[in-house]
């Protein structure tokens, strides 16, 4: 798929809070993020920047004011749209793998293109692309179990279900939080080759090794 010219994912009038009785987290927030680029969101913690990927990624809806991805404003879809709009145009990555334990390392990586249509023998092909951009052997195709790998090489992995599908946008919560700098730095440079091939990749970090990989900075305090 070919990612959007412009802001890719942008909001306007954005409000958000948890508790109806409770202080906006979001309060008439404008805000975008182009494509061809990676945003760094940062702030202290409790000041939104999870949520506002959530938001983003679809997974909450805002109290009131406008998300737009990839040029469509979300608002007024009903769920199976937004969940097909999630699946087509959004990777996610997070600290944790989140990789199900019970499938195999090719399953986890290929939910993420099967939920966008890809066919088997397309996405087999880019998942080896992946593992060798990553630095990880494509055996790992070969029916091995998440519990079988490290934790650097399951984050790693996770990465490569985020990207499989060549999202428009890329959403990654501290994406190298448990990660050593070896391990972040090739986390890094593979969002960053995601940027350069068109998406808008936006991580929220407080670490500033990851910082300097971002074209712009967006800070939530």
């Known amino acids: 798929m070919s990612p959007s010219v412009g ?9 958000f809070r948890f508790d109806p009785a409770g202080d906006w987290l979001f ?13 760094a969101v940062t702030g202290r913690s409790g000041s939104g920047k999870s949520t506002l990927l959530n938001l983003f990624g679809l997974l909450l809806s805002p109290n009131d004011g406008q998300i737009k991805i990839a040029g469509r404003t979300t608002e007024t879809m009903s769920d199976f749209s937004r969940s097909m709009l999630r699946a087509t145009h959004i990777g996610f990555l997070f600290q944790d793998a989140l990789l199900d334990p019970t499938r195999t390392v090719f399953d986890n990586i290929a ?8 066919s088997t023998r397309r996405f087999r092909a880019r998942a080896r692309d992946l ?15 998440p519990a079988t790998i490290s934790g650097g090489q399951a984050q790693r992995v996770a990465l490569c279900r985020a990207l499989i599908k060549q999202p428009s946008i890329v959403l990654a919560d501290e994406p190298t939080g448990n990660l050593d700098a070896e391990s972040s730095g090739i986390v890094m440079e593979l ?14 970090t407080h670490d500033d090794a990851v910082i300097q990989y971002a074209d712009r900075v967006v800070s939530l305090d």
Do not use: M, Q, Y
């Open 191 to 204: 969002l960053s080759n995601a940027a350069r091939s068109g998406a808008a990749v936006i991580i929220a």
């Open 111 to 118: 939910e993420g293109a099967l939920f966008a249509g890809l």
């Open 27 to 39: 309060h008439d927030l404008d805000i975008e993020f182009p494509a061809r680029s990676v945003s």
């Open 131 to 145: 593992l060798r951009e990553v630095d990880l052997d494509t055996d790992l195709l070969s029916g091995r179990l």
């Open 7 to 15: 802001p890719t994912a942008e909001a306007r009038g954005l409000r």
